[in-house]
Nanobody
Protein backbone atom coordinates (compact mmCIF):
# COMPACT_ATOMS: atom_id res chain seq x y z
CA UNK A 1 0.00 0.00 0.00
CA UNK A 2 1.47 3.33 -1.05
CA UNK A 3 0.85 6.65 0.62
CA UNK A 4 1.26 10.03 -1.02
CA UNK A 5 1.23 13.21 1.00
CA UNK A 6 0.35 16.69 -0.21
CA UNK A 7 0.03 20.18 1.14
CA UNK A 8 3.30 21.34 2.67
CA UNK A 9 4.95 24.62 1.82
CA UNK A 10 6.22 27.90 3.18
CA UNK A 11 3.79 29.86 5.34
CA UNK A 12 3.92 32.64 7.91
CA UNK A 13 3.34 32.19 11.61
CA UNK A 14 -0.34 32.31 12.45
CA UNK A 15 -1.48 30.91 9.13
CA UNK A 16 -3.42 27.70 8.57
CA UNK A 17 -2.70 24.82 6.24
CA UNK A 18 -4.19 21.43 5.45
CA UNK A 19 -2.15 18.35 4.68
CA UNK A 20 -3.61 15.41 2.80
CA UNK A 21 -2.42 11.85 2.38
CA UNK A 22 -4.00 9.31 0.07
CA UNK A 23 -3.46 5.56 0.13
CA UNK A 24 -3.53 3.37 -2.93
CA UNK A 25 -2.67 -0.16 -3.93
CA UNK A 26 -3.08 -2.67 -6.70
CA UNK A 27 -4.53 -5.06 -4.11
CA UNK A 28 -7.66 -4.89 -2.04
CA UNK A 29 -6.89 -3.32 1.29
CA UNK A 30 -8.46 -1.94 4.41
CA UNK A 31 -6.82 0.65 6.62
CA UNK A 32 -6.88 0.53 10.38
CA UNK A 33 -5.13 3.53 11.85
CA UNK A 34 -3.85 6.51 9.89
CA UNK A 35 -1.55 9.06 11.40
CA UNK A 36 0.69 12.04 10.89
CA UNK A 37 4.21 12.25 12.21
CA UNK A 38 6.76 15.00 11.87
CA UNK A 39 10.51 15.29 12.00
CA UNK A 40 12.13 18.63 12.65
CA UNK A 41 15.76 19.25 11.71
CA UNK A 42 18.05 17.47 14.16
CA UNK A 43 15.19 15.81 16.00
CA UNK A 44 13.55 12.41 16.04
CA UNK A 45 10.33 11.68 14.24
CA UNK A 46 7.34 12.16 16.54
CA UNK A 47 3.65 11.43 16.41
CA UNK A 48 1.45 14.44 15.75
CA UNK A 49 -1.97 12.80 15.59
CA UNK A 50 -3.67 9.58 14.62
CA UNK A 51 -7.18 8.42 13.81
CA UNK A 52 -8.68 4.95 13.77
CA UNK A 53 -11.06 3.56 11.17
CA UNK A 54 -13.92 4.32 13.52
CA UNK A 55 -12.81 7.92 14.02
CA UNK A 56 -11.14 7.82 17.43
CA UNK A 57 -8.33 10.35 17.56
CA UNK A 58 -5.12 10.75 19.49
CA UNK A 59 -3.03 13.91 19.60
CA UNK A 60 0.39 14.89 20.81
CA UNK A 61 0.26 17.50 23.54
CA UNK A 62 1.79 20.06 21.18
CA UNK A 63 -0.96 19.52 18.63
CA UNK A 64 -4.13 19.09 20.62
CA UNK A 65 -5.31 22.70 20.65
CA UNK A 66 -4.33 23.71 17.10
CA UNK A 67 -4.42 20.67 14.86
CA UNK A 68 -7.31 18.47 13.74
CA UNK A 69 -6.94 15.07 12.13
CA UNK A 70 -9.72 13.54 10.05
CA UNK A 71 -10.14 10.86 7.45
CA UNK A 72 -12.38 9.88 4.58
CA UNK A 73 -12.58 6.10 4.57
CA UNK A 74 -14.23 6.01 1.16
CA UNK A 75 -11.26 7.88 -0.30
CA UNK A 76 -8.61 6.20 1.87
CA UNK A 77 -7.39 9.66 2.71
CA UNK A 78 -6.29 11.29 5.94
CA UNK A 79 -6.13 15.02 6.54
CA UNK A 80 -4.36 17.20 9.06
CA UNK A 81 -5.70 20.71 9.55
CA UNK A 82 -2.99 22.90 11.02
CA UNK A 83 -4.06 26.20 12.58
CA UNK A 84 -2.16 29.05 14.20
CA UNK A 85 1.10 27.70 12.88
CA UNK A 86 4.31 28.46 14.75
CA UNK A 87 7.95 28.37 13.64
CA UNK A 88 8.36 25.33 15.92
CA UNK A 89 5.95 23.47 13.60
CA UNK A 90 8.59 23.55 10.87
CA UNK A 91 9.29 19.95 9.94
CA UNK A 92 8.82 17.27 7.36
CA UNK A 93 5.40 15.76 7.91
CA UNK A 94 4.94 12.07 7.20
CA UNK A 95 1.72 10.11 6.98
CA UNK A 96 1.46 6.54 8.14
CA UNK A 97 -1.15 3.84 7.77
CA UNK A 98 -1.55 0.27 8.89
CA UNK A 99 -4.04 -2.37 7.91
CA UNK A 100 -4.54 -5.50 5.87
CA UNK A 101 -4.45 -6.28 2.17
CA UNK A 102 -4.91 -9.16 -0.22
CA UNK A 103 -7.86 -11.14 -1.53
CA UNK A 104 -8.79 -12.27 1.98
CA UNK A 105 -7.04 -9.45 3.83
CA UNK A 106 -4.58 -12.02 5.06
CA UNK A 107 -1.49 -9.81 4.95
CA UNK A 108 -0.71 -6.82 7.12
CA UNK A 109 1.01 -3.62 6.11
CA UNK A 110 2.46 -0.55 7.74
CA UNK A 111 3.30 2.11 5.19
CA UNK A 112 4.86 5.57 5.21
CA UNK A 113 4.36 8.41 2.80
CA UNK A 114 7.26 10.27 1.28
CA UNK A 115 6.92 13.29 3.54
CA UNK A 116 5.86 16.83 2.83
CA UNK A 117 7.94 19.74 4.08
CA UNK A 118 6.36 22.56 6.04
CA UNK A 119 8.30 25.70 6.84
CA UNK A 120 6.78 28.32 9.11
CA UNK A 121 8.48 31.70 9.06
CA UNK A 122 8.24 34.15 11.95
Amino acid sequence: VQLQAFGGGLVQAGWSLRLSCAASSGSTFVIGTMGWYRQAPGKQRELVASVTYGGSTNYADSAEDRFTISRDNAKNTVYLQLNVLKPDDTAVYYCNADGRFGRFYQQTFNSWGQGTKLTVSS
